[in-house]
């Protein structure tokens, strides 16, 4: 039997539990990627709001942002599986032996460690918007939140698509670190029908091959989508689509000499 009978028979035989640690694996992927990218708005907006001017107010956000800035600097430079230990482990020992239920702690974990990549990302798009937009849009009345609102949220959500497509796709492949609480996503799948069959490579090629399947779907997906808000890159004045570059040349130069008489 060559390597593809193995694998074949293998997702013959064992299936059902492919897909169930398949399913699980997207859920908390596209909900902790949504709970984060929440997470990484309000914390991105909160830490480029305008200093208050009011003493109290502005000794209350420098603590404010103390604390966010050490949220995403711990959770951003330790790995998730530690992440998850800590937490999962952590909850028990201060709650009398009684862990947390596994999917919620998935969710959990995945969402707040999505979140403090997400702030950062956030807060980049944000400073990125040219200093003029605020400035117009303060000069015709709107407030700092409706200017957050109205007009820089709506060009940060779209400038950081593609870094929160690419988080979705690295959150698919790191839910495999959450089987060390006993989440059953598709690493822990792969590693209990190994436990099972012994057919170690067979087992985990199939699995890689269904990684990957997902992610590049994924991809793609996301790219169309990316594509589709992009809009025509190439687009012509009204009135100007039967003119050549002749024509518009010689009706400048027609312009400027009349403008000199």
């Not at 991105?44 to 208050?52: C, D, I, K, L, N």
């Not at 980049?124 to 409706?146: N, P, Y």
């Not at 269904?210 to 994924?218: A, H, N, S």
């Amino acid at each position: 039997m060559n390597i593809f009978q193995k694998m074949a028979d293998i997702f013959a035989k064992y299936h059902q539990m492919i897909f169930k640690g398949i399913g699980y694996t997207m859920l908390v992927s596209i909900i902790g990627t949504i709970i984060g990218l929440v997470i990484g708005l309000l914390i991105g907006v909160f830490r480029t709001m305008p200093t208050p001017k009011n003493k109290f107010l502005r000794v209350l956000k420098k603590v404010a942002d103390w604390i966010l800035s050490a949220y995403v600097e711990i959770f951003r430079g330790t790995p998730m599986m530690v992440q998850a230990m800590v937490i999962f482990w952590g909850f028990a020992l201060i709650n009398n032996g009684v862990t947390l239920n596994v999917v919620f702690a998935g969710l959990f974990i995945v969402s707040i460690n999505t979140g403090a990549y997400m702030a950062e990302i956030v807060r980049g798009g944000i400073i990125s918007v040219s200093k003029g937009q605020f400035e117009g849009a303060h000069a015709i009345g709107m407030t700092h939140a409706q200017t957050m609102f109205y007009v820089v949220i709506p060009q940060v959500l779209r400038n950081i698509l593609p870094s929160v497509a690419n988080e979705f796709v690295i959150n698919i492949k790191d839910t495999s670190v959450l089987n060390v609480i006993g989440f059953t996503e598709l690493y822990f799948v792969a590693y209990t029908i190994n436990s099972i069959n012994y057919q170690t490579f067979a087992t985990y090629l199939l699995v890689a091959i269904i990684y990957f399947v997902l992610t590049f779907t994924i991809t793609r997906i996301l790219r169309l989508i990316e594509k589709k808000m992009d809009g025509k890159k190439n687009y012509t004045v009204q009135g100007s689509q039967n003119m050549d570059a002749d024509s518009i040349l010689r009706e400048q130069t027609a312009a400027g000499g009349n403008g000199n008489d």
